[in-house]
């Protein structure tokens, strides 16, 4: 079993940044960020590989997310820059027992709580 929780999730302006981070108990395979804003499905956000060599983001957000992970600590973070208005959401941290990379929700084994993200206009 891995015990996810996040952090780093606030209020923000347009066009300001924010760091997420993701604490697990355990060393997750692939792990990912989802977000899911009120009214609106999860939607897939970023995903990174068990050693970081694979990435994956969005296209709602490449070019201005970033993910990475650092294995020593057991700890998965979400660089968002550029933030708008429409990123606003509660931002979930997953983690898989699979070793690939997966953009769909329902293959990932493990869920954080969330975090909320607010960008005002």
């Known amino acids: 079993q891995v015990q996810l929780v996040e952090s780093g999730g606030g209020l923000v302006q347009a066009g300001g940044s924010l760091r997420l981070s993701c604490a697990a108990s355990?060393?997750?395979?692939?792990m990912g960020w989802f977000r899911q804003a009120p009214g609106k499905e999860r939607e897939f956000v970023a995903a990174?590989?068990?050693?970081?060599?694979?990435?994956y983001l969005a296209s709602s957000v490449k070019g201005r997310f970033t993910i990475s992970r650092d294995n020593a600590k057991n700890a998965v973070h979400l660089q968002m820059n550029s933030l708008k208005p429409e990123d606003t959401a509660v931002y979930y941290c997953?983690?898989?027992?699979?070793?690939?990379?997966?953009?769909?929700?329902?293959?990932?084994?493990?869920w954080g709580q969330g975090t909320q993200v607010t960008v005002s206009s």
């Open positions: 997953a983690a898989r027992r699979a070793l690939g990379i997966s953009t769909r929700d329902s293959e990932y084994d493990y």
């Open positions: 355990g060393s997750g395979n692939a």
């Open positions: 990174i590989s068990r050693f970081g060599g694979s990435t």
